[in-house]
């Protein structure tokens, strides 16, 4: 009777729930692969089912030119390589996260399936804006949809970085701890997304008409702007390492020159 009060007791000591119980990294980073490649994977059968021209129509309507036909998609075609470079950058930050990150934790693992989640929904959002063309009355709320997704698939990833600073001796490389010197690339990494898809939301709220290029000129300057962070980075960091520099040395000198004067010139 004892032993089994004892294997009952300890059985509910295993499966209590605790959010900063760990998880197994490798299993939460395989699983994360499997849902970006899969969301891939859709955006290329979406186009090749959708967006192929007919041999018939080529021959009738292009006179047998291929390129004329494919051009009458050409919307729909930017709407997939947008879609497919978001896709492609989140999952470069989530690579980039999880590489700082040493053990995952259950709340870390909730945060980044509700990230996933959002993520699945960006094949949604490339069928929104790829009809936008089509059906002008629906731009803006297809742009707005793209928006929000894009959003909160990068908010959640921005809130997993958070939660692994809340116990960065256990979680996080020192490197991207605070302090470290991947801390400030990883903030700024982390925050692009959210930053730039909120303000083109906002953006489409005020400026209706340019709702469209609002949307495409969000897509092309994030890839370039992954690209300039680090040396943005490095020179912000820079300048102010100079800054504290020079007032560390003007409070030396000034210590300096009081430690020379004389006791009566110090008073006077």
Known sequence: GQREEEEEHHSLETFTFYLSEPLSKERVEAFSDGVYAIVATLLILDICEDNVPDPREVEEKFHGS??????????????????????????????SLF????????????????????IGGLPLAYQLTSEFAEKSHNEIEAIQVSCVTTFFASIFQFAIWTT?????????????????????????????YPCVSLGAFFLTCLLSEFSTAIFHLMQIIIPFAFLALRIFVRIALTIIKSGISLSR????????????????????
């Open 66 to 95: 291929l390129l004329e036909a494919l051009s009458e998609y050409g919307p729909n075609y930017l709407a997939y390589f947008g879609s497919f470079v978001t896709i492609g950058l989140l999952w470069f930050v989530h690579h």
């Open 99 to 118: 590489l700082y990150v040493t053990k995952a934790t259950r709340l870390m693992g909730l945060l980044n399936i509700l990230s996933l989640a959002f």
């Open 164 to 192: 692994a600073l809340l116990y960065e001796r256990e979680t996080l490389h020192p490197l991207a701890r605070y302090g470290g010197k991947e801390h400030a690339f990883m903030f700024a990494k982390l925050a692009l």
């Open 249 to 268: 040395q003007k409070v030396v000198l000034l210590e300096e020159e009081e430690a020379c004067l004389s006791p009566t010139e110090t008073l006077s």
